[in-house]
């Protein structure tokens, strides 16, 4: 099983005790997990995303188990050519942040990359949170990628795959329910923020959404790998042999 919501390199609002490539490794092995989809974490802070993405690159060379998730910024020039570059150099998927660039549901530059993304058979990954409200730093002032967002680019092209990483339940229902089936089918959720028991979101969400709509997502190194595991080691017995997507199927080896 494939993690999709992976990064290395520091975060700005605290520390993160060894956010480095050859730990994230160790942890994967440990998890029983096959690779990962790998951002790299202060690019989604930086104006111009290059420099950040070759960081990334350079990084995960020596560990072919981790797949570089790199970010495209579609407002910056030449974003559609640093697209293909990236595809070209064996990106997993492809990483934007529409929230922290300040840009609406509808905006067109958005639209353009998930197109561009559709027409290269790469995934398009977007976050949704890196934190919940109670820790989340006061400087950390873009707010949560919205359901709107996200149907906005769903409906963009039939041949658009996203994949949504740190959404709750309400933001799933409310994304889910608003597309048709065809555009439902081509989004996938992690479920490293949907609770388990009590409240047993996530044994709800995979009886009314499906378990076909779900990846694999630990969010390492903000987040502890093993609430996902216990996810879904705590869900009723019924659906203990439910099967979610493995992400490798999303994003062939080029």
């Not at 890196?130 to 006061?138: A, T």
């Amino acid at each position: 099983m494939i993690d999709v919501a992976a990064y290395i390199g520091p975060f700005p609002f605290r520390h993160l005790p060894h956010p480095d490539p050859d730990v994230l490794v160790r942890v994967l092995e440990r998890e029983g997990l096959s690779g990962a989809w790998v951002g790299y974490l202060p690019s989604a802070w930086q104006r111009d995303p290059a420099p950040g993405n070759a960081a990334l690159f350079a990084a995960l060379a020596p560990y072919p188990t981790l797949r570089a998730a790199p970010v495209i910024r579609p407002d910056w020039p030449d974003w559609d050519r640093s697209l293909r570059t990236v595809v070209e150099q064996g990106a997993a998927a492809i990483r934007a942040y529409p929230m922290h660039w300040g840009m609406g549901p509808h905006d067109p530059s958005m639209r353009a990359l998930a197109l561009a993304c559709g027409q290269l058979d790469v995934p398009l990954v977007l976050t949704v949170r890196f934190e919940d409200l109670r820790q989340r730093s006061p400087l950390d002032v873009a707010g949560d990628l919205t359901a709107a967002h996200i149907r906005s680019l769903a409906r963009a092209h039939e041949s658009v795959r996203l994949v949504v990483t740190g959404a709750g339940r309400e933001t799933l229902e409310e994304t889910h329910w608003g597309l048709t089936p065809s555009e439902q089918q081509r989004v996938h959720w992690d479920f490293a923020w949907i609770w388990g028991p009590p409240e047993d979101h996530f044994a709800h969400l995979l009886r009314t959404v499906g378990a076909e709509r779900f990846v694999y997502g630990t969010h390492w190194p903000l987040r502890l790998t093993q609430n996902s595991r216990a996810n879904l080691d705590l869900l009723p017995p019924d659906l203990r042999r439910v099967g979610i997507v493995d992400a490798a199927s999303l994003a062939p080896m080029r």
